[in-house]
Structures are given as C-alpha cells and as structure tokens.
C-alpha cells in the first residue's frame, strides 16, 4: 500500500498495520481450532437487530479482530458518517447529494421531505388500490388486471425481488421486464390483453436506453392490441425523479408517481419504484416492508459499533476481501423464495462499492468490493458447492435461513422444511471444520468461513429489515474504505460506447470506435 494513494492508509495507517498483522496471525489458525477452543464462540460472536440473528462464528475472526476493525472504523469516522447519512448532509460528495433511503422508511430526514413522502407515499397506495380493487380500467372500459413493470437496475432488481419473495397464488398479477433483448418483454405479454395490461415504466432518470426502448416497445404492443393513440397515457404510469421527462415521454400527471433525486438508484426500491410490490403483495404489505427495514435503520443509527448487527457484516465483509484477500463472496440464501437476494446484492455491493477511487483523492489501496454472487439453496450445493469445499480459492458465504417455512403445504408431515434447515446449517459446519483424510480425493482442508443469518420466517418485516441491514453493511464498508457508495461512475463509459456502437450498427461511420469493434459489429450486423 502507497501511505500517499489511500486515504485511510494515511489517516489510520497504525490501525491497518494491526489488522495486517492479524491477518498473517489468523492464517494460522484454523476455525476448527477456534471453535473448539470456545464452545460459547457462537454467543460472544452472534447479534440481534430487529428480526435478524446473525452468527458469526465460523467467520475467521476474534476478539482482538473485532477490536481492532472496530476501532478502525472509529478513526476513520463511523460515528460522524452515520450522523451524516440519516441527518441528510451530503454523503454522495462526488453528486452533491445526501443519500436519503432511510427518510422513506421514516427514519433521518427534516420535517418537510418526511411530509413529501408521505404525501407521495398516500399517492402510490391510492393508484395501487384502484388496481387491486379493478378501479382502473382499461382502454375498453374493463379492469385491468395486469401490471408490467419496466425498469432495470436499481429500478427493477428490488421490487422484483420482493414480489417474488411475497407473493401468492392470486395476488393481483405484476411482472417485470428489464431487458432490452425483445424477448424478455415479448415473453411477459405472451397471452395478455392489451385491454387490460397497464405498464409501469420506472426510471428514476427517464433517460435509461434500454427502459425506454422497451416502453416504446409497450406503445407499439398496445397499438396493435387496438388501444387508440389517444387512450395510450391512460395504461401508462411513470415513476421518476425527473417527472419532466416522463411528461415528454406521455405519461400523464394523474398516473405520475415521484421520487427524489437524493434515492439512490440501487436504494430506491422503498419509494415509489416499489409500487409493483404494494400492487402484487398490498400496501400493507409494502407498510410492513418499510417497517422491517426501519427497525434495522434504527439499530443501526442508535447501536454501539460493537453491538451494530449491519455494521459487524460491513467490517467482516471488508475483513474477508481487503485482510484476508479473498476476492468473491458467496450469498445462498436456503428459502427458494430468496433466489432473487444475490442478483439484487450484486447491484447494492458491486455498483455501491465496486471503485476504488478515495473520496479524499488519489486511488484506495486496500482492495474494495468483493464479487458478489450465489443462488438458492439447496439446489446451489448440486452445483457449485464441490469447489466451495475443495476448490483453490476460499469463498465465504452468507447463509440465509428462516426458522419456519411460510408454506407448510403438507402439515406436519412435511418434513422439506427441516430438510432444509438441516442442509443450511451442515453446510456451513462443513465448510469450517472441513475433514481430515490420506485421500486427497476425500480430504476437505474447511477453515472456509461464513455467516449464519437467521428470520424467524420470510415476511415482508423480515425482508426489509435484511435488505436494510444489507444496505448499512455496504455503507460501513465504504466508510472505512473511504470510497463514495453512492456513486457509479463506472457505468458511464459503456454507456456512451453503446450510442456509439448503436449508430454504427445503424449505417453510420462509427468515427470513434477501435478496429474490433468494427470488425465485430461488421459480423453482426
Ligand atoms: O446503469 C446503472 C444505473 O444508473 C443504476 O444505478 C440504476 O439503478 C439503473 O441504471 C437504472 O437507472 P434509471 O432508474 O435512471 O433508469
């Protein structure tokens, strides 16, 4: 590390030097002796915030870890940062912008934004009663009955994942569409009524190339399907930080729902951008979600470092990549219902955190994020699972699990649920303490670390208080990493290249572009 390059490397220099020192200790030391030295490890290394209990025992870590990487944090102004983010200064510096997810779960924020959003927040609960209770026709004068959501990225991946994670058989019918690929969109209307389809085109920006090619795509649908021009706006609805483009675009003021420029793409889904949930799941159910996630807002806000459920997840996260050198992060989530959790995490880590530039100057020396990946389990064990146990590279993996099932389709016969269980929690033990063997076919070395986050059953409380104490984890881990977590700058350049190549394709001269790119767009257009 270059003491020039890195901001907390200047300032904590002395604190990193420790937590170095640590990491060559620990790599001494396996987890099968840690946790057998200390039967009460799982109780000193576990926290509570709101529904979540997190055990991090079998993460390579101990007590003077823990100090030092708390300390750390200290020195490099947790405190101060925290104050930051739920007052609404400015913590996105680099945007001039204040980061302001918690103000729409009704933590932080002054009085007058608190009052917007929930007069914004009444707006969104009547236009999703009126579709859930048929109040909104369609071009033909009957309900409609179906929703599809257009949006990508921040304005897709989170109401995606909670509509999947929530809803049930007969619930009003929602689906997505975030591809610009034709099929994804020609997929989900595959048997629909134009008559009685109505799209929610999400962008916070109304600018996003492939959002706005699809809802173009949705007009033209629409049009075929005997929607006259002027009865268009009435299945349209918009929801935007940028309510002037979306006008430009044809939505109508009375189907226009806001949010704030201060909502992160990647952290909008408790604004509007979640409406497809209050129409699938209810509004109460999209209540219920906020208020999960405000409980973790407040522990996180008022909780001591040491006993700070998202934080400790931060600073091991940071631990595990920037310590311990271990690049990717697993997150299996054992709840079918959850297979959407690594896809969303991938956005809310990789876009937080992924750069390594120092909101200081100058570049971050300490490595940032990890790749963030994972699916299901146990489904995730009948793949990818032999190279966690025995591959080359150490992963470690958040385990997810709820201590009941939301479907106890067979009663208490079925026993899938402990099955289940009984997988997430061998799994883990596995990849710890490992097993000795002559054969090296049969050997597993363990010492593989990982979390155990456990519910007590997959409920819109539950899920917004997991995806808070995600959110907060990410924040921490920029914090002390001294990067900018609301920020991406790095989706830019592909952007503009994309315009680029676009033309090109089209016909025109392609100017700017190098030799390749020529020569594959020649094969493919
Ligand atoms: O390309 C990245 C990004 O800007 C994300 O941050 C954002 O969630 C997504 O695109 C969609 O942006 P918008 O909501 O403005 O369409």
């Given at each position: 590390?270059?003491?020039?390059s ?11 030097a ?7 200790r ?23 915030a709101g529904?979540?209990h997190?055990?991090?025992?079998r993460?390579r ?49 002054d009085?007058?934004?608190?009052a ?42 989170g ?18 569409v ?5 099929d ?32 173009a795509?949705?007009?033209a649908?629409?049009l075929?399907?005997g929607?006259?021009q ?7 609805i ?25 909502v992160?793409g990647?952290?909008s889904?408790?604004s ?13 159910a ?81 490595k ?49 649920h ?53 959110e907060?984890a ?44 020529h ?7």
């Amino acid at each position: 590390m270059t003491a020039s390059s890195h901001d907390p490397g200047q300032i904590a220099l002395p604190e990193i030097a420790l937590l170095q020192a640590h990491a060559a200790r620990l790599q001494t030391l396996a987890l099968r002796d840690l946790l057998g030295d200390d039967p009460d490890r799982s109780a000193h290394l576990s926290l509570d915030a709101g529904p979540i209990h997190a055990d991090f025992a079998r993460q390579r870590i101990d007590s003077a870890v823990l100090r030092d990487l708390e300390a750390w944090a200290m020195h490099c102004g947790f405190e101060r940062s925290r104050d930051d983010l739920f007052s609404g200064r400015i913590v996105n510096p680099t945007e001039r912008r204040p980061a302001l997810h918690t103000v729409l779960r009704g933590v932080g924020g002054d009085p007058d934004l608190a009052a917007a959003v929930a007069l914004e927040r009444r707006r969104m609960a009547e236009l999703a009663n009126r579709l859930r209770s048929g109040a909104l026709p369609g071009f033909r004068g009957r309900p409609i009955s179906t929703l599809v959501c257009i949006g990508i990225g921040g304005s897709d991946l989170g109401p995606r994942l909670v509509c999947d994670a929530l809803t049930s058989e007969g619930d009003f019918d929602v689906r997505f569409v975030a591809n610009v690929d034709p099929d994804d969109l020609e997929r989900e209307l595959r048997g629909l009524d134009a008559a009685t389809t109505a799209f929610a085109v999400i962008s916070k920006t109304f600018t996003t190339r492939e959002t706005l090619a699809n809802a173009a795509a949705a007009r033209a649908w629409l049009l075929a399907g005997g929607c006259p021009q002027t009865s268009l706006a009435g299945q349209f609805i918009g929801i935007t930080a940028a309510p002037e483009a979306a006008r430009r675009w044809g939505i109508s003021d009375a189907l226009m729902l806001t949010f704030w420029e201060g909502v992160g793409g990647r952290y909008s889904l408790w604004s509007s951008v979640g409406f497809g949930v209050a129409v699938a799941c209810s509004v109460e159910a999209f209540d219920a979600l906020l208020d999960g996630a405000a409980l973790v807002d407040r522990h996180f806000r008022d909780a001591p470092l040491a006993e700070n459920l998202p934080a400790r997840i931060g600073l091991i996260s940071v631990w595990n990549r920037s310590f311990l050198g271990l690049s990717s992060q697993a997150v299996v989530p054992y709840a079918e219902r959850l297979r959407l959790l690594p896809a969303w995490l991938q956005q809310l880590v990789m876009e937080s955190n992924g750069n390594s530039a120092a909101i200081a100057g100058g570049t971050v020396a300490l490595k940032t994020s990890p790749v963030i990946w994972g699916t299901s389990g146990t489904n995730a064990q009948h793949s990818y699972f032999q190279q966690l146990h025995q591959g080359p590279d150490i992963v470690p993996v958040d385990f997810i699990v709820a201590r009941r099932s939301r479907a106890n389709a067979l009663g208490a016969d079925d026993d899938r649920h402990r099955i289940l269980v009984a997988n997430c929690l061998a799994q883990s033990a596995a990849l710890a303490i490992g097993k000795t063997s002559d054969d090296p076919h049969r050997f597993f070395p363990g010492n593989r670390p990982s979390s155990m986050l456990i519910i007590p059953q997959l409920d819109a409380q539950a899920l917004g208080a997991l995806l808070a104490c995600y959110e907060h984890a990410t924040f921490t881990a920029a914090v002390v990493l001294g990067i900018n977590p609301f920020d991406q700058f790095g989706v830019e350049l592909g952007k503009v290249l994309a315009g680029e190549v676009e033309s090109l394709l089209a016909g025109g001269a392609g100017s700017g572009l190098d030799a390749t790119t020529h020569a594959l767009a020649n094969r493919l257009r």
